[in-house]
C-alpha cells in the first residue's frame, strides 16, 4: 500500500530513521530523507539502498522552518507528490536539570519540539489541499516515564504528544492522519554509548528482557503510514517498559 508513494524522513541516516527509510525502499515507496551534517554517509545510504529514482538525501538543519520548507518543496519536485512525512530528528543532551547548561536546555528543545512544528507546519497545508496527509512523529516513552537527567529530552517528547494529539483532532476532517511512536530502549547510538555494566541494569527493567532494534519501530511506522483509521495515538514500543 506504500508503493509508488512518496514519503520525507527526517534525520535519515541512522538508528531509527535510516530503519524508517529501508522499510519505505523495500515497500516500493519513494523517499527523501534529511542529514544535518554528514553527506557522505547519507549519499552511502542512497548507493546502498537502490535506485536513485526512488531515494535522495538533503542537507537540512531541523531547527530551521525555512530549511523545511525548502525540504518540502524539493520533495515534491523530486517526486511530484508527498504522501507523508516521519519527523525522526533529534538530539539529547543528558545531565542533572540543576548541572545542565542553557544552550543543551536549548539545543534538544529546539531541534526535538520546533524541528517537530517546523516539519509539520511546511507540509501540512500541502496536505489539507490533497485532502490526504500521513504524519508519524518519533517521540519516546521518556515523555511518560522519568529517566534522571532527562529533563530537557522528556519535555520535548511530552510535548511532541500533546501536539499530535491535538493537530490529529484540527486536521481529521481532510484525511491527515498524525500519530506518534514512544520506543523505549533501542539499539541505537545512544544505546552503543551505554557501558555493558549500565545495559544490564537497564534491561533488568525491560519485561522482555532485552533492547529492541530500529526494523521493529520502523515496522511501527510503515503501519501507521498505512493506517486509514488511526490517528492521535501514541503507539508504545517498548518490550514492556513503561509497564
Not at 20 to 40: D, H, M, P, Q, W
Not at 115 to 127: H, K, L, Q, S
Not at 128 to 144: D, E, L, P, T, Y
Not at 171 to 194: F, K, L, Q
Request: net charge neutral; charged share 25%.
Amino acid at each position: 500500500m506504500l508503493k509508488d508513494k512518496a514519503y520525507l524522513v527526517t534525520g535519515g541516516t541512522r538508528g531509527i530513521g535510516k530503519a524508517t527509510v529501508k522499510a519505505l525502499i523495500e515497500l516500493g515507496a519513494n523517499v527523501a530523507f534529511t542529514y544535518n551534517t554528514n553527506k557522505s554517509l547519507a549519499e552511502e545510504i542512497c548507493e546502498e539502498l537502490g535506485d536513485k529514482d526512488k531515494i535522495f538525501a538533503v542537507q537540512a538543519d531541523a531547527r530551521n522552518f525555512s530549511q523545511a520548507k525548502e525540504t518540502i518543496l524539493k520533495v515534491k519536485e523530486r517526486f511530484n507528490k508527498l504522501h507523508g512525512i516521519v519527523i525522526n530528528a533529534g538530539v539529547a543532551k543528558n545531565k542533572p536539570f540543576y548541572l545542565m547548561k542553557e544552550e543543551d536546555w536549548e539545543n534538544v528543545i529546539q531541534t526535538n519540539l520546533n524541528g517537530t512544528i517546523n516539519y509539520a507546519r511546511a507540509a501540512i497545508f500541502d496536505f489539507i489541499k490533497q485532502n490526504h496527509g500521513r504524519i508519524v512523529c518519533v517521540s519516546s516513552v521518556s515523555a511518560f516515564k522519568s529517566f534522571e537527567g532527562q529533563t530537557n529530552y522528556s519535555a520535548t517528547k511530552a510535548g511532541q504528544m500533546g501536539f499530535v494529539k491535538t493537530l490529529a483532532k484540527e486536521v481529521a476532517r481532510y484525511d491527515v492522519t498524525v500519530n506518534a511512536v514512544a520506543p523505549g530502549r533501542i539499539e541505537t547510538g545512544m544505546w552503543d554509548s551505554i557501558a555493558e555494566s549500565d545495559k544490564d541494569k537497564l534491561l533488568n527493567d525491560i519485561p522482555l528482557g532485552r533492547a529492541g532494534v530500529p526494523s521493529e519501530v520502523a515496522d511501527a511506522i510503515c503501519f501507521l503510514l498505512v493506517s486509514n483509521y488511526i490517528t492521535g495515538s501514541i503507539l508504545t514500543i517498548d518490550g514492556g517498559l513503561s509497564l
